[in-house]
């Protein structure tokens, strides 16, 4: 069974502030695909990035980064800077391969961050 | 179209009444997707196709609940005699499958249709 914990329920900060979102997951498989999706308060989910298993390069992308350790099963998000227009719930995801060839994502329950200005 | 669109956005609906929810995915993409969001909750896999067929409907809740991609395009989602714990966001996402890996396809949402069951 594959799961994924987002231990965090909500965050405030000040703009400006740095923040991390947590994303701890669970599976038995070797190959596998991590995903944060962002739900601004408008509804729609919005892709921001994908990474395998066999990849462990952390990666940045403007004022974000994404902390990838397999030893620890963790994905974190890094917000740097943070801006009122981060403001939204942030959903980490994984996919597998166990499940067939179009495997299902599986989704934490959502951080919900709000920046005050 | 240009995103997955989905229609009712909102959907208001007396206990006992049947729905349909549409889904029209992005143009070409192979794969369509059903979720279920629930308030404060991340979204929980329903069902997918892979063009007309419907792969894997593990995740259909009850018998109550159908999805139907008879053109390998549009989809409904269909909930009969419809209870008040059926309220919750629909979502529906499509992904392109190609040579890669399938895992590692991305699945772009629609914007949801929000059901309310009173």
């Known amino acids: 069974a594959q799961k994924v914990t987002q231990a965090q329920t909500e965050i405030s900060v000040v703009e400006k502030e740095d923040v991390t979102l947590d994303c701890v997951y669970e599976t038995r498989d070797t190959t596998y695909y991590l995903f944060w999706y962002k739900q601004p308060p408008s509804g729609e989910l919005v892709f921001l990035i994908r990474?395998?298993?066999?990849?462990?390069q952390n990666e940045i992308s403007g004022r974000y980064s994404w902390n990838f350790q397999k030893s620890t099963s963790s994905f974190n998000f890094t917000i740097t800077a943070s801006q009122v227009v981060d403001s939204a719930v942030y959903f980490c995801a994984l996919k597998t391969s166990s499940t067939g060839a179009n495997s299902k994502l599986t989704f934490g329950k959502g951080i919900t961050l709000s920046v005050r200005p | 179209g240009a995103g997955v669109s989905q229609s009712p956005r909102y959907k208001v609906t007396k206990r006992g009444q049947d729905v349909a929810l549409r889904c029209d995915p992005i143009?070409?993409?192979?794969?369509l997707y059903w979720y279920r969001q629930a308030l404060g909750q991340g979204p929980e896999f329903l069902t997918y196709f892979n063009y007309e067929a419907q792969q894997d409907k593990s995740g259909l809740p009850n018998d109550r609940f159908s999805a139907e991609r008879p053109e390998g395009s549009i989809s409904t989602l269909t909930i009969q005699r419809t209870e008040q714990r059926d309220s919750a966001m629909y979502r529906c996402?499509?992904?392109?499958?190609?040579?890669?890996?399938?895992?590692?396809?991305?699945?772009?949402f629609g914007a949801g249709s929000r059901l309310t069951v009173l």
């Open positions: 143009s070409g993409h192979v794969s």
């Open positions: 996402a499509s992904s392109l499958t190609t040579g890669r890996p399938s895992g590692a396809n991305v699945l772009t």
């Open positions: 990474r395998n298993s066999f990849d462990e």
